[in-house]
């Protein structure tokens, strides 16, 4: 089993910046990608980035890039969710989840396969 435990959310200004974590424990070596994804009100979740656990690629959805950036620390089994410029269509609640599936970056999108949620942090960004 992994847990997997998000912090860094809240209220910010349009064009403010966040920096989401999530700290994995338990059967970590079994983790060969991590995304964060996130669900506003009455959407769809939907896939924001996501990163290889060796940081060898990474996968962002149109929307964010260029805003925002995935990074891990292996050492602290931390993954990070940097967000830039951050606009109203932003808000929601963000998870982090784990997979052990060893598949191309782009399908990690999907989040079919991702057996480890963490609890959501609120996101809310005010124009």
């Known amino acids: 089993q992994v847990q997997l435990v998000e912090s860094g959310g809240g209220l910010v200004q349009a064009g403010g910046s966040l920096r989401l974590s999530c700290a994995a424990s338990?059967?970590?070596?079994?983790?060969?990608?991590m995304g964060w994804f996130r669900q506003a009100p009455g959407k769809e979740r939907e896939c924001v980035a996501v990163i290889r656990w060796s940081g060898a690629s990474t996968y962002y959805a149109g929307s964010v890039k260029g805003r925002f950036t995935i990074s891990r620390d292996n050492a602290k089994n931390t993954v990070y969710l940097q967000m830039n410029s951050l606009k109203p269509e932003d808000t929601a609640v963000y998870y982090c989840?784990?997979?052990?599936?060893?598949?191309?970056?782009?399908?990690?999108?999907?989040?079919?396969?991702?057996?480890?949620w963490g609890q959501g942090t609120q996101v809310t960004v005010s124009s």
């Open positions: 338990g059967r970590t070596f079994s983790i060969s990608a």
């Open positions: 989840a784990a997979t052990p599936d060893r598949r191309p970056i782009s399908t990690y999108s999907d989040s079919v396969g991702y057996n480890y």
